[in-house]
């Protein structure tokens, strides 16, 4: 029970942040990473 409720959110984040990194690619210029939709909700290394 511990370890599903450990690994659950860091599923649910995945979806979330693959997600919102569409949507911000899809409305930033090619090759940016808009870092004030993720600044202080997500921490990122984006290459």
């Known amino acids: 029970n511990h370890s599903r ?14 997600y919102e990194l569409t949507t911000a690619s899809n409305n930033a210029e090619d090759g940016e990473v808009s870092t004030k939709v993720y600044k202080g ?5 984006w290459y």
Do not use: Q
């Not at 909700?41 to 290394?45: M, P, Q, R, V, Y």
């Open 5 to 18: 409720n450990a690994c659950a959110p860091n599923e649910v984040t995945s979806r979330n942040l693959i």
């Open 41 to 45: 909700k997500h921490t990122l290394t």
